[in-house]
Structures are given as C-alpha cells and as structure tokens.
C-alpha cells in the first residue's frame, strides 16, 4: 500500500509512457535548435517573434482594441519580449504570468577591444554575469552581437554572426601551457585566471597596406571589418559583441536522457514558458502572459531588464483598455518567476541538503525562497501560494518537486522573483533543475523539461 503520509521525491520515470517518453525527445529536439539559435537576448527575440507570428500572435500597438482570444507580442529593444493571450475576464481578474529571463554569463567585448601585441591580434574583454573564469579559455567561441554604424543619413544597425555556420573560423582566449603553470597552479581557482587576461585572439596575419602603421595585424582586421560590414574601429564604440561557446547542443547519456549546452540558465525556462502558451488550445479565463526579459544575471537593473518599467507600461495600456484598474490586476495576478534551481549533483554532495535540494528527472521544481544569508534577496512565496500551485499540478498530472540552493550559507543566488513581488503579484520561483549551473556547457535532464513545458500550459489555464 502507498504510503500516503510521508513525501519523497521519486524519479518521474515510473510515471512516464511509451507515448509520453517519444513526445519528450522530440520536444527536446526543439529545445535544441533553440539553444543553438539563441545563444545571445537579441537572437532569442527573433527566433521568439518569428515563432509567434506563425502561431497567430501580432504585435500590440497602444490603443488597439482587444479581445479575449486575442495574441499578441510586445518587444522591447530587441533585447526582450513579453507574449500574452487575452483572457476571457481580460484584465480584470489579474493575469497568469511566467516571467524568464534570455541572458546567460558570457565573455562580452570592450568598447575599445582592438589590439595588437607580438605578432597577435586580440580582442580585450568583460565577463558578463557570474562565471568561473577559467572554464572559458581554450575553448572555441563564436563571436554574436550587433554593430551600430552612425552614417550621414542615421544609423545603421549591422548584424554580426560568425562561428555557427560551417567553414565560419573560430575565436579562442588562450591558456597557460602546464609546462610553465607552476605559479598558476599554486593559486586558487578564483584567481589562476584573471579577467585582464582573458584576451580573446582574433588573428596573426599583416596588412600589405601601404598605410604607415606599425600595427599592420590590427590593420588587416580592420580591413576585414570594413570589407565585410561596412564598420570602422570607431563603431566598436557603439556596439554590442560577445563571444560564446561555439559547440552544439547535444544529448548526454547511452539513454539520451539528459541535454548539454549552453545558456540552460535561464533559456530552459523561458522555451517552456513561450512555447507552453504558444500551444494553448483554448482561450484561457484570465490573462496568459509570459516576459521574457535581459539583465538577470547583472542584477536585473537597466531599460531591459526585470526592474524596468516596460511591463508595467504594457499591463497598463492593457488595464485601460478595459476599464480595469492597474493595481486591482496586479494584487489578483499570479506569477512563475521561470529560473533554474541546481540539481543535487553526486559528484559534489558535500555543498548539497539531499532533502530540500531538486534532482534530476524528479520534475519541474517549485523554489519557495532563494537569496542567501537568511534569505537575503528572496521574495520567499506564501504558503498558500505554494499550496495553490501544489493544487494546480496535482490537479494536472504535472510531475513536480521542490528545491532550494544549497546549503544554508554555502553560497546562494536570486532570481527576478522578488521584482515582481514588489508589484504586489503573488509569486513563486518555478524551474527547471540545472548540473553545472553558470559553466559554458551546463546539463539538464529532459524529463524536467518536458515537465516544465506541461506545467506552464497548466498555469496559463489556472483560474
């Protein structure tokens, strides 16, 4: 007989069928074309609005009537999007969201990157987000971002993208060979590699140039630049690149039942998220909603990122439409802030608490309070948030379980949870267990994605 009293988190495995399994890997497949397209905000955008459209969503325009069944896609800067369905109740009773964030740590380059010493052309460069500095040289990377071009008639934005396409060459920040690591061996990890050093090499070969200049290897690239795209060494200094890693995504395991990549945190999240409401079949009774935001992991400040006002200015235009009042919708609406958790990792369990922390192929994970020392930077969800989701995926099916970080003072994270919280909507951290958190090839397994695709789809339709 099941015993009824006691909880425990089991493996969804048991639970799975022949059906549901197949439907599961080719959900993943998707998942990953996804991460080898979106490997930066800007790209996840135009993958996400080219999506939208194909499923009936249209860009909102302030003043436009609305109506329930109505999809539409709000962006902001290219760097985040917010997609919602109108609800039959539109604002009135509040809205369903999820909110995820599109940014991942990456190596970012200088406003003045170019240079030229020995013989090497390089890049400088300024780690975005929380990384372990040593895990992004000797690797390949590809460099993404985009190029603004002032010119007589404005600017010119210009698209750049090399590394993913085949033939494309590869960039790499270079490591100290063993032979001579003596010194570097003896430091800790956080200092063997510096962020000064993480110089990212980008050529050897000289100009023929008549040009008088001593620096004839940062010429050539130069030269390269402008015949490519147009750019002068000045329009680095409205420019946004960064480098990541160049490799695919890929399945992990003699039963390919985990996915390896880059940018799980937090792209494992908002897929769901998204595509969980692009698949919604009937029009939901309250709002669905789901922002897809940049910035999380520097904190969430700036123009696109959680602590903006963008979302309110949207939930605004939207609440006048109908004649609801802005703040009556936020106290009646219910929000998933979409972030990873970690996954106890057996490799490392001396830093884990086996009973509260999530596990992989145990589902979706429901995270009550993150933050760190006592909680500091949680919104820590109510308890009867936390029973109103338990009630939702039990009613559903939806195999979940609860996580935390850690242990208690072993470190610790945030999330955009409590910026939403401070709009006075109920919310709670939802997301997807993740090994190797914040390395450039992070591990999920797809049992919890799948589960997180299904529990969204419960959210949106959750009155």
């Not at 760190?372 to 379980?401: V, Y």
Request: charged share 25%.
């Amino acid at each position: 007989m099941e015993n009824k009293l006691f909880y425990d988190k089991k493996t969804g495995w048991h639970r799975i069928s022949d059906t549901d399994e197949a439907a599961m890997h080719a959900y993943a497949e998707g998942y990953k074309a996804f991460l080898d397209e979106a490997k930066t905000e800007r790209d996840a955008v135009k993958w996400l609005t080219t999506v939208a459209e194909e499923k009936g969503f249209s860009a909102y325009v302030r003043g436009m009537d609305v109506h329930p069944g109505d999809k539409y896609y709000k962006i902001n800067r290219d760097k985040g999007i917010i997609l919602f369905v109108i609800g039959r109740n539109g604002m009135k009773h509040g809205i369903n969201l999820s909110a995820a964030h599109l940014d991942a740590p990456r190596i970012d380059i200088r406003t003045i990157p170019l240079y030229e010493d020995n013989g090497m052309a390089l890049f400088k460069t300024h780690y975005y987000g929380g990384i372990k500095k040593y895990q992004w040289t000797a690797m390949p990377l590809e460099l993404r971002g985009v190029v603004c071009r002032v010119t007589d008639e404005g600017v010119q934005s210009i698209d750049v993208r090399i590394g993913d396409k085949p033939g494309d060459p590869l960039f790499v920040i270079s490591d100290l060979l063993i032979h001579l690591a003596t010194d570097q061996m003896g430091k800790t990890l956080h200092k063997g590699i510096s962020a000064e050093d993480m110089n990212v090499l980008i050529g050897s070969k000289p100009s023929k140039s008549d040009m008088e200049t001593s620096d004839k290897i940062k010429l050539w690239v130069m030269e390269f630049l402008n015949q490519e795209y147009g750019i002068t060494e000045e329009d680095f200094l409205s420019a946004e690149l960064s480098c990541v890693p160049a490799f695919k995504a890929c399945d992990i395991g003699f039963d390919r039942s985990f996915v390896g990549g880059y940018g799980h945190d937090d792209r494992v999240c908002s897929y769901p998220a998204a595509t969980a409401l692009f698949d919604l079949e009937d029009i939901p009774e309250k709002t669905a909603m789901t922002i897809l935001v940049d910035k999380e992991e520097i904190g969430s400040q700036g123009v696109t990122g959680m602590q903006s006002q963008f979302f309110d200015t949207l939930v605004g235009d939207l609440c006048r439409a109908d004649g609801t009042l802005f703040d009556e919708c936020m106290e009646r609406s219910t929000c998933l802030s979409a972030d990873v958790c970690n996954a106890f990792d057996p490799n490392y369990p001396s830093v884990s608490e086996k009973r509260n922390d999530a596990r992989a192929n145990c589902g979706v994970a429901l995270v009550k309070y993150t933050g760190s020392r006592g909680k500091s930077g949680s919104s820590d969800a109510t308890a009867e948030l936390m029973a109103k989701m338990r009630h939702c995926f039990n009613k559903n099916g939806i195999l979940w379980q609860t996580g935390q970080l850690g242990k208690v003072d072993q470190g610790g994270g945030g999330t955009v949870a409590m910026f939403m919280a401070n709009r006075n909507i109920d919310t709670v951290d939802c997301g997807v267990p993740v090994l190797c958190m914040h390395a450039p090839f992070e591990v999920i397994a797809k049992l919890d994605l799948f589960a997180a695709y299904n529990a969204f789809k419960a959210f949106y339709t959750m009155q």
